[in-house]
């Protein structure tokens, strides 16, 4: 069976990883033009279901991937511990995972990876098409058809596909022409990104967050920080990276917002601005204000913050999962993204994963594949806007939010007798 997957992140390595390893030909279509890539979202959480993908189909488990902080713990202004509690949690980058990913898929071979792994004779063919850009997709009897753009010299070709994955991401071109009427709204805020060498910092902030992931609230917003793999994947103490999250609110209409998500080159952002567009004038803002809000160490942070980048966060309503009688099914953020603060993308690409690959091995049924894909997205949606109610709206707007979220929890327990939650 020949299997096209649309995107080339890390859902659509997940699935292309599992698929071949059944022994079916997966071919990766991938807008990015080169496979040196740099994440967005450095900061990756790897909870359960991406622990379980990667040791089911990891070859590379000599090498680790993840800092393992003990726990969690709110910090007030005076840098007195508020509340603490034991929650080990792995945690890893974009990068990392990326390569691992890359190497375990197609054996590309980096400097996160510089040994490739052995495959079992009995995989599928693998091959990760960049450059490509799929336009549109359509079914005939038997096959899917892929229509593929080449973005280097703009020719078109149409691929036959058994099978199709959408994996192209929370701002999935293939969502919009399969389900134009799913549209992203604006939640209110905003997420600025960063991240700082350990060894750069001063040894007082480096011990106020040594393996543990820390928040701290402001006025109208929270920033969460934690320890990631540095360079080329390093765990090494002083060479890996604090990765913070700052959330801030930011009407719309305002002349902030607009000029937040306005790049050097005078081009306006929906979603994310990417790293190293931001416009200096407006970081100094930001700056500036750290050193209003917020403690010393998260300021000397954010202060030390080379290549920061800003995430509008915006909610979308859980669409359709399969189309064409299960010829093309939708995962990871294409199906539905999750507001970042239950750090669940990753996990909910890895539960896609492994549950496509019991599909076509003929251990579930569509019908059961599509129920238990659609009942994580759903709860882990309105969890993750609970969460975002919580600290950036006010009380009467998390109450209704979880309300939502526990009468769904409930509806999915009574129906199928489980829940696919992650606290």
Not at 112 to 126: I, W
Not at 141 to 163: H, I, P, Y
Not at 178 to 199: C, D, F, K, M, N
């Amino acid at each position: 069976m020949h299997v096209v997957i649309i995107g080339g992140s890390l859902a659509g390595l997940m699935h292309g990883i599992a698929i071949k390893r059944l022994g079916h030909d997966v071919t990766i279509f991938e807008q990015h033009q080169s496979s040196t890539r740099e994440g967005q979202a450095a900061g990756i959480v790897t909870m359960e279901h991406s622990q379980n993908f990667l040791d089911r189909h990891d070859l590379l488990k000599d090498q680790p991937y993840a800092v393992n902080c003990s726990s969690v713990q709110i910090l007030d202004k005076n840098l007195k511990v508020k509340i603490e509690f034991q929650r080990p949690m792995m945690m890893s980058s974009w990068n990392v995972l990326y390569y691992r990913l890359r190497a375990n898929f197609d054996g590309l071979a980096s400097s996160y990876c510089t040994q490739t792994p052995a495959e079992p004779s009995h995989v599928g063919r693998a091959l990760y098409d960049q450059g490509k850009r799929v336009n549109n997709i359509h079914s005939d009897d038997q096959k899917v058809q892929v229509e593929v753009e080449n973005l280097a010299n703009r020719s078109m070709s149409t691929v036959s596909a058994d099978q199709v994955i959408v994996a192209d991401g929370s701002a999935s071109q293939t969502r919009h022409l399969l389900q134009p009427q799913l549209q992203h709204s604006y939640a209110g805020y905003v997420a600025w990104r960063g991240t700082v060498i350990e060894s750069s910092v001063s040894r007082e902030t480096r011990s106020i967050f040594q393996n543990k992931t820390t928040l701290h609230t402001t006025p109208g917003g929270y920033i969460a920080l934690y320890t990631i793999p540095g360079e080329n994947g390093s765990l090494e103490p002083g060479r890996r990276l604090l990765n913070y999250v700052w959330y801030t609110n930011m009407a719309a209409d305002s002349s902030d917002f607009q000029q937040a998500m306005t790049d050097t080159a005078g081009r306006q952002h929906h979603h994310t601005l990417p790293i190293g567009k931001m416009r200096s004038q407006v970081w100094e803002k930001q700056r500036k204000l750290a050193h209003q809000i917020l403690p010393p160490p998260f300021a000397e942070l954010v202060d030390k913050t080379t290549q920061p980048f800003i995430s509008a966060i915006s909610d979308i309503d859980v669409g359709q999962a399969v189309f064409f009688g299960g010829k093309v099914l939708f995962v990871g953020d294409a199906l539905v993204p999750f507001r970042p603060h239950v750090a669940c993308s990753t996990n909910q690409a890895a539960l896609n994963a492994l549950l496509v690959e019991q599909l076509l091995a003929g251990d579930v049924s569509l019908a059961s594949w599509e129920r238990q894909v659609l009942d994580y997205a759903h709860a882990t949606r309105l969890r993750s806007v609970t969460w975002g109610c919580w600290y950036q709206v006010g009380y009467l707007s998390f109450l209704t939010s979880k309300v939502m979220h526990l009468a769904t929890l409930c509806g999915q327990s009574l129906r199928n007798g489980y829940i696919y939650m992650t606290e």
